[in-house]
């Protein structure tokens, strides 16, 4: 039978190209759906254009408020929050959250300006579970790419003036140094059969069913459309509506017999040669819910002459190793034939779909707040922070990376627990800053700690020092604790006083050694008491003015040159060694007398409370016990300073005074006591006797 086909219509689909960011998910069984859209507050990034906030819209009504939800004083217990994709430690990006209408959250963000993009491309926003509704019975995951939520190609290299680009990202950074996040193509063809009539006019009048037999008028049969949509296997759920009419909405599912997806649809319309009118918009989603592309096309007829009426050609031809990749902007400018094929699949309104990141902060930052501190701290890049002002912390402040955090000269305070390193080997730098909380010192067994102009009420130094060393200048704290699983080097600079002390270092601290791992001091300690059994090392520029050993333990000493003013306890030296003598040192009153008396009379000298003595206060030493004497009259060439060591009487002969004149010098006795056998512990004793004399 030769059937004519009158008024076939085969559409052809003329594709716009417009790959969109929109993520209206309602995919893979999730109970809402989210979509990124510009903050409503216009909070900008890096000066370019507003970063995006994250708009979900649910399925049922959310009876928490935001506050329960939310709350940006609280870090640590908001039951949401966002992760690096896999992770757990919490991202302080979050800035509010608000619930205009009864089933949609908006998620806005901040502290972006000091994020690592390339450490954290892959994020999660997390919301526990129990917290929207009482039947929110699992912990909602949504992922997406941290460069979602940041001015795209479009808004940072087309719509930015030069001087701003200039000045806030090529400042810092080259066009090789600038990301250019390309979006995948996963839709990769679309097919379409469209016929007005499916059973056309029969030549034969008796036999044209197209006749309503009843009153003999054609029957106005509805056109039928198939259309197949060839995707990535990474597509597993489509969304197709028309004209954004829901009748003809369509929830589509993956099938592996076409390597995409199918659908029909009936009653279309068009004439040959027309203007296309009618609309479709199909939003592709993976396994997880989330939104990977959206393409929109409208229909157009053709004439029924045509031979072939599968069409097949509605996307530009492509290549795929252009797209779903990150280059970079220079890639771009120096090969146009990638930026042309970019662009004959995403016209130019549509470019903020390419995501942009650099490096933001230079080397160095300013920051006001805990959380964008925190966020500082999570950038490795940046190698300086300088706080603004006083920061009062919720959470505990873990400095983990080689960094150096600046206060200021007015001493700008961290109002909390503060842990400068946690164990792995970091080099960390404190500068001008009050400490109103505990700190902890654990740079590593080969890490470095330098706190300069510091306070902290009490420290506790967990490691440092095998290689590297904890230094300390012009630092106060109350209490501090040697408590280590490996050897502790710390250096002590003396050439500042702190606060109202008199003499310089950090005296009138307490240093308890907890640890049996050796320790090395240097510089000037007011007290060290070992509470462990332990090796202490010194050297010549370590001056500890009280060393106690506790009850029970015992102290190796090593080194030579330093002075150890006083001490108790087990202590004792390596057999053979000649290290680490104690000094005791004592400034006598001062002795007036004239010349003729300190030749023939001499002065008495009274050791109470220099020497060893025992319990009647007799003098433990031996009687030939001798002194050198030494003295500063070193213009008196014929000057004789004795010392009758038994009588404790010192004599001066041969300093020349004129008369009605008086003279004034200093007379230094130095004795060295070694102790009988077992002890080994020898104590040098210094004694310094200011004279006068008198003509």
Known sequence: MNVIWKITLVFLLAIGGIISVSFNVNAAGKPYEYTFDKDSEYFKFNEISSINQLVITFDKDITASASQIFTRSVLAGNPLYVVAKGGKERLNIVKSVAIPQNNKLIVRFENLDYFDFKRFEDLELVIDKDTLRFDQLEEYRIPFKSYELLPGLKSTFLDTQADIINENIFKQNAPRDVSVHVPDIFIQAIETIHLQQLVPDHPIEDEDITKDPENDKRRKDPSLTNIDIVTTDQVSRLKATFDDEDEYSRDLIYRKDISGFTMGQAGLAALPGGQPSDEFKLRAFDAYGKFLEERKFKLKAVDSSADEFLINDYIPEFEQKNFGQTVTLYDLMQDQEVLESILRQIPVSQLDSLGITYAVADNSVSVKNEN??????????IAEITLLGDISLATSLKIERDVTINGSSSQFELKGEVLVGTG?????????????????????????????????????????????????????????????????RMFVNGDTKINDQSNDGINQVNITVATTQPVILEGVYERVTIDETTMLVGNKNTVINKLIVQPGEQLEVNGSGFVITSAQGDIIFPGGK????????????????????????????????????????????????????????????????????????????????????TRSGEVTLTGVYTPPLPEKIKTEYVITVPVVLTN
């Open 372 to 381: 964008e501190l925190l966020m500082a701290l999570a950038n490795d890049k």
């Open 424 to 488: 792995d080997d970091i080099t960390a730098r404190l500068n001008g800053i009050d400490i109103v909380g505990d700190l902890t010192i654990d740079v590593g067994q080969d890490g470095t700690a330098v706190l300069d102009q510091v306070t902290a009420p009490k420290t506790t130094v967990l490691s440092g020092g095998s290689t590297g060393a904890v230094y300390l200048n012009a630092f106060l704290t109350n209490e501090l604790i040697i408590s280590s699983t490996s050897p502790v």
């Open 578 to 661: 000649t290290t680490g003598t104690f000094t005791k040192t004592w400034s006598y009153s001062q002795l007036t007398e004239t010349v003729d008396n300190w030749n023939s009379l001499g002065r008495f000298i009274s050791f109470f409370g220099v020497l060893l003595e025992d319990a009647q206060g007799n003098q433990l030493f031996p009687q030939d016990f001798t002194w050198s004497v030494k003295h500063n009259f070193n213009d008196a060439i014929n000057a004789n300073i004795s010392w009758n060591g038994p009588g404790n009487d010192l004599f001066i002969d041969g300093v020349q005074v004129m008369t009605g004149k």
